[in-house]
């Protein structure tokens, strides 16, 4: 089903590429931006577990051994129980489930300095223990590097779908503008909104699955950020998913950092002819949001 019908009608998420040209008015063009280097697929990024550092309990394994740069690893000793966890830096925390006995990755998205790691276990229904904790200091000389990799909610491995499906779409092209325009294009040319999804969604989180996203062409607005995500990343673009609130609901949406431009986001967008609005969710419906952004969590 296309978002022609969703103009009038409230919506849990959405996504938005967007591109600030920071205190620039011209126009920017394919000619205009600097060639980039065409990644391999032997390049690709991937997280590693080495177990050189690691929190072990009976419940989880966390591998921080490449903390600094900006990712740990996590998995379950058993599927026993229902384990969280905690990855705190000041006042900001992020929380989420270990859901396997294969490491997947986390990102470490608060720059340096000391965090703290912390696991939990379900006791009843939302409540959690805490069972293990520890203090880390780190040191991440680039901003960007959380975002070069796989993690928990833009998760592919070497065997992913998407791996194909980016270096397909990418062949040839010379600079990250014509990535970045061709990625986008082929999601919102592919991808179906899906309204049954969504009332799952309200009921509770649901994490993007991008091998299914790209069998079944169909996803919420939290699964076209994190499937653009990946695309991008693969080409070594950094490309973070956004939560937040707008002035219609919870949202996900999506910054790409450009070389010279730095991280771009919902004040000036693609459009045909200059950059202006990126919207893949609504780009069929042509539906148009002014509206306010406020970031929350980034992944």
């Known amino acids: 089903m296309k978002r022609s019908d969703i103009v009038g009608r409230k919506i849990f998420i959405f996504v938005i590429i967007s591109f600030l040209l920071q205190g620039c008015t011209h126009k920017l063009d394919y000619h205009d931006y600097p ?13 590693k577990a080495p177990q050189e550092k690691i929190i072990e309990n009976s419940y989880a394994v966390i591998d921080y051994s490449n903390i600094d740069e900006g990712y740990i690893c996590a998995k379950l000793k058993n599927n026993k129980n229902k384990i969280k966890l905690q990855i705190i830096k000041e006042d900001i925390e992020y929380n989420y489930d270990i859901m396997t006995q294969d490491y997947i990755g986390y990102p470490i998205q608060s720059g340096s300095g000391s965090y703290t790691i912390r696991i939990l276990k379900n006791i ?9 904790s520890q203090n880390i200091e780190v040191n991440i000389d680039d901003e960007r590097l959380p975002y070069l990799y796989p993690n928990i909610i833009v998760n592919y491995n070497a065997n992913s ?5 980016s270096f397909q779409l990418c062949a040839g092209l ?8 061709k990625c986008y294009q082929w999601v919102i040319d592919t991808l179906e909104y899906d309204d049954t999804k969504i009332v799952e969604a309200n009921q509770k ?6 091998d299914e996203i790209i069998e079944t062409k169909k996803g919420i607005c939290f699964d076209y950020a994190a499937l653009l995500c990946a695309l991008l990343r ?3 673009i950094p490309t973070r998913v956004i939560c937040g609130n707008t002035d219609i609901e919870y949202h996900a949406w999506i910054e790409v950092y450009l070389e010279g431009e730095g991280w771009v986001n919902p004040d000036v967008f693609l459009d045909k002819e200059v950059w202006s609005r990126l919207d893949p969710t609504f780009a069929d419906s042509k539906y148009d949001y002014d509206g306010q952004y406020q970031a929350i969590y980034y992944y």
């Open 161 to 165: 779908k998407v791996i194909d499906q």
């Open 174 to 181: 010379t600079n990250d503008l014509e990535r970045i325009e």
């Open 205 to 210: 989180y649901l994490i993007p699955n991008l």
């Open 35 to 47: 060639p980039s280097k065409s990644f391999t697929k032997e390049e690709v990024l991937y997280t």
């Open 234 to 236: 693969l080409q070594h």
């Open 124 to 132: 009843q229904f939302n409540e959690y223990a805490l069972v293990d």
